[in-house]
């Protein structure tokens, strides 16, 4: 109810959101295809978490293992 109420009050919430994720989306997607990585591309696609999820396999799981296949 707090959050409806606020969303209500205040729409530009929803626009400084939509700021915040895409990047942050768009690089995780970017890198997960890179990657070859499927399963990471369509969870990061599906899953919503204001970018928690997307930080997290940038700098985490994102990065390549292996140097040899550039």
Known sequence: MVLEQA????????FLIVLWVLPW?????????????KPWFIALLVINTLGILEILYIFLFGRKRNKENN
């Open 7 to 14: 969303l209500i009050e205040n729409p530009n919430i929803i």
């Open 25 to 37: 989306r768009g690089v995780a997607l970017w890198r997960a295809v890179k990657n070859n990585s």
